[in-house]
């Protein structure tokens, strides 16, 4: 086995492309689940937005800043727990000498831009918009930092995918937010993702390196094992169908018909994660698996084609009906 000591690192000057590094604008491929939210809010709500167009735009400012600043304080504050990692050792800010002062004014002004952003296209944005600022803290930042916490970490960290929801909804609708049904599918798919994330890195980490180096890299690990963290992948996964099917049969059944493309993208999700070195624990990388895009894109279409085909013989899902005994 690896030994699980740090090696010593020897830290170069910063350049700014340093710290625009720790800003990850590169992993703002994760924003597509900013889309399904626009989409929503205009075939559900339509549009009610004074200037549709401008409001888009602020609002993947709005995230895509937000984002960059939870992720500046995320990689500064998790620098020393980071140097433990076979991969992000590798890190801007494990390996160059990044300035504090640096570091605290790039984060604020990403919050400020993004906040700016979000009050010039509505108030609602702006709330949902703090809220996402917010949770880079509680995250973060001790003594909640619910990153260390079992459980707790994938909960919290999920947030993050109904509030890019919100966002994307208040682009199109701004005096109204997703339904609670939507909004916690979105959350506990969040959550199984990023529990299937932290299953994959259990996994490799420990087979490789050892679980005490795993746990100096996040000390949420000491309250998992692999079957827990597989266990919570399932339990995530079945309470999301849950809310979505709930949500699906009161605002337009026929989406329903979408679950077998949805339950098809959850399973091969998690069959990612079984490999090494899996895209599960880099998901700004997920563009490169060709099965998981192609079951996406079906479940994109299937969704175009059941927003505008009616079949009302699937009401009989929503009443009672029993089985009359022929004896």
């Known amino acids: 086995m690896v030994s699980s000591a740090a090696p010593a690192v020897s830290k170069n000057a910063a ?79 494990v390996r160059t000498d990044l300035k504090a002062r640096n570091v605290y004014l790039l984060w604020v002004l990403f919050v400020v831009v993004g906040l700016t952003c979000a009050a010039a296209a509505s108030t609602t944005m702006l709330v949902v918009a703090c809220v996402f600022a917010a949770q880079g803290i509680f995250y973060n930042v001790k003594p909640l930092r619910t990153k260390d916490k079992a459980y707790l970490d994938v909960i919290s960290e999920a947030i993050n995918n109904p509030l890019r929801l919100a966002i994307g909804w208040a682009m199109v609708d701004p005096f109204t937010l997703p339904p609670v049904s939507l909004m916690a599918g979105y959350w506990l798919g969040g959550a199984f993702l990023m529990a299937v994330k932290r299953f994959s890195e259990y996994r490799q980490i420990v087979a490789s390196h050892g679980l005490d180096l795993l746990i100096r890299y996040r000390a949420s690990f000491a309250g998992y094992t692999e079957r827990a963290l597989l266990v919570s992948c399932f339990v995530y996964a079945m309470l999301t169908i849950f809310a979505l099917a709930v949500f699906l049969i009161k605002y337009r059944i026929e989406y329903i018909l979408t679950f077998p493309f949805l339950v098809a993208l959850f399973a091969q999700y998690l069959n990612i994660s079984m490999f090494t070195n899996s895209t599960a624990q880099s998901p700004e990388k997920l563009f490169s698996e060709r099965r998981l ?34 004896w």
């Open 15 to 93: 350049t700014v492309g340093d710290y625009l590094r720790i800003a990850r604008l590169d992993h703002a491929t994760k924003h597509v689940f900013v889309l399904p939210g626009i989409a929503l809010a205009w075939l559900l709500r339509g549009v009610h937005s004074s200037d549709l167009a401008l409001s888009v735009l602020l609002g993947f400012l709005c995230v895509v800043c937000i984002a960059s600043a939870n992720y500046v304080i995320n990689e500064w504050l998790d620098r020393e727990f980071d140097k433990h990692h076979p991969t992000k050792s590798t890190r801007a800010s």
């Open 293 to 326: 895009l192609a079951i996406a894109a079906g479940l994109g279409v299937t969704f175009v084609v059941f927003t505008f085909v009616d079949l009302p013989d699937l009401e009989v899902l929503t009443a009672q009906r029993f089985i009359v005994a022929p």
